[in-house]
């Protein structure tokens, strides 16, 4: 009988080479050690000697597929290891940053393995995210010197008491000065 093992593209280029290697073997290396610590909450059951423990499964059923503009897409064996990938996005994030800091990796993208999706459209749609963070806060920032601006112009109202006794200072300097 003969067997027929279907590769992904990006396995096939990671075995002719056509990545960087040494990059990419340090990168698969850090995710695995990154992914395999994570260790789930006490409500799920980790607890039998049958069962790894979530971070070793994850590693095991997830790949590094490319690196593009600080965005790593990961290769997932199931839409459900995706899922806990998420859940333990931003403690994957800090261990990669703090395992391999020049390459700044500033977020991740997944992929179910055999579907077709790659870094451009995660970039495209991680780069509107990060554009719609960014017009919020200048919206935010603009708001804010607006009214410190109108505070210094002079264009908000005092309190009566607090205007009448500028008016009289006012008007005591003006007399000083005309004498």
Do not use: C
Not at 8 to 32: C, H, P, Q, R, V
Not at 42 to 65: F, H, Q, W
Not at 99 to 119: C, H, M, Q, W, Y
Request: aromatic share 8%; net charge positive.
């Amino acid at each position: 009988m003969n067997e027929h093992k279907i590769f992904s593209s990006a396995d096939m280029m990671m075995n002719f080479g056509l990545f960087n290697s040494l990059e990419s073997d340090k990168i698969t290396t850090t995710w695995k050690k990154v992914v395999s610590k994570i260790h789930s909450n006490k409500y799920e059951s980790e607890d039998s000697e049958r069962r790894m423990p979530i971070g070793e499964r994850l590693a095991g059923n997830t790949r590094v597929i490319d690196l593009k503009n600080g965005v790593l897409l990961i290769e997932a064996d199931h839409s459900g290891w995706i899922q806990y990938l998420r859940f333990y996005k931003n403690f994957i994030l800090r261990g990669l940053k703090q395992e391999l800091p020049d390459l700044k990796i500033n977020s991740l993208a997944f992929r179910v393995r055999g579907t077709v999706a790659n870094l451009s459209n995660a970039y495209e749609d991680e780069l509107e995210k990060q554009n719609q963070k960014m017009e919020e806060k200048m919206n935010r920032m603009e708001k804010e010197l607006n009214v410190n601006v109108e505070k210094k112009s002079g264009n908000f109202e005092l309190p009566p008491e607090i205007q009448q006794k500028f008016e009289n200072l006012k008007k005591s300097m003006l007399t000083n000065i005309e004498k």
